[in-house]
């Protein structure tokens, strides 16, 4: 797959919205490319980005990037296996660690298995892959992670208590594995979105909720901020003036109070008010 004269990347959840962008980002870059999902739409998301006239700003000029497709959940131990399996050894220059999974509604009226699959996919698969590929990065002593977090690890998630749960832990964690390799030449960079124009509210069932309906931010535009923050390396990184506010507040005010406050976004019929 592509050429050692390219770097390569690997981008999670990027069937669509931030990992769709982030993807597009990287070619443009002229990185080669392997791209994960865990729905088949994954393969015409490669086939659009092989036949792409990618000659932007910045393109490398080595060529078109190669781009492969790996349909898998990480979710599962057997999803990592398979997308670790798919790198076939070659070195990874960036992880893009983006997939994520929502659930609203209250959480003693959420499926459990639904609850248990937004862990093992926000956190537990995420961790796998990026302690596998981060080992290797270390061991060269060069590489850039990208982690999609979110302003949503930053207040208590009223009826959306996992998914603002699993976040808190993704902020928290990144901040901390940046700090372990700051002598490494291994970058860890945290992008935190607000909400994002995306499929995330339908798929999670929030599409009655005042966040739900709301105007929110482009899905392109979220994804170069991240990015372009890796590139330099930057720590972490709050996607637009609207979110840096609301995410400097979080850290004023009570913790019952933000859950009051999501309260009010998140709640089933809040769309209708």
Not at 21 to 45: N, Q, T, W
Not at 62 to 81: F, I, K, M, N, R
Not at 158 to 163: E, L, N, R
Request: net charge negative.
């Amino acid at each position: 797959m592509g050429t050692q004269s390219r770097p390569f990347a690997v981008v999670t959840g990027a069937s669509s919205g931030i990992g769709l962008e982030l993807a597009r980002c990287c070619a443009e870059k002229g990185y080669d490319l392997l791209i994960i999902a865990d729905e088949p739409k994954i393969e015409e998301v490669a086939a659009t980005l092989r036949s792409s006239a990618l000659s932007g700003e910045g393109r490398a000029d080595t060529g078109e990037p190669s781009v492969e497709a790996v349909q898998a959940d990480l979710s599962t131990t057997e999803g990592v296996d398979k997308v670790h399996g798919s790198l076939h050894g070659r070195s990874v220059d960036a992880l893009l660690a983006n997939a994520g999974r929502g659930l609203g509604h209250a959480f003693l009226d959420q499926d459990f298995d639904d609850i248990r699959r937004v862990i093992d996919t926000n956190v537990t698969g995420t961790l796998d892959l990026i302690h596998r590929v981060g080992r290797q990065m270390r061991a060269r002593g060069r590489g850039r992670i990208l982690i999609t977090g979110s302003i949503a690890g930053f207040m208590p998630g009223s009826f959306q208590a996992v998914y603002n749960g699993t976040k808190a832990l993704i902020d928290s964690f990144a901040a901390a594995l940046r700090n372990e390799l700051k002598d490494t030449g291994v970058t860890v960079t945290c992008l935190m979105p607000g909400p994002t124009e995306t499929e995330f509210f339908q798929r999670a069932g929030m599409l009655d909720t005042k966040v739900g309906t709301q105007k929110k931010q482009d899905a392109a535009e979220v994804a170069r901020i991240g990015f372009d923050a890796m590139l330099r390396g930057d720590g972490d990184i709050v996607a637009g003036w609207k979110n840096k506010l609301q995410a400097a507040v979080a850290h004023l005010i009570s913790s019952d109070a933000l859950a009051e406050q999501h309260r009010k976004m998140a709640a089933p019929g809040t769309g209708r008010n």
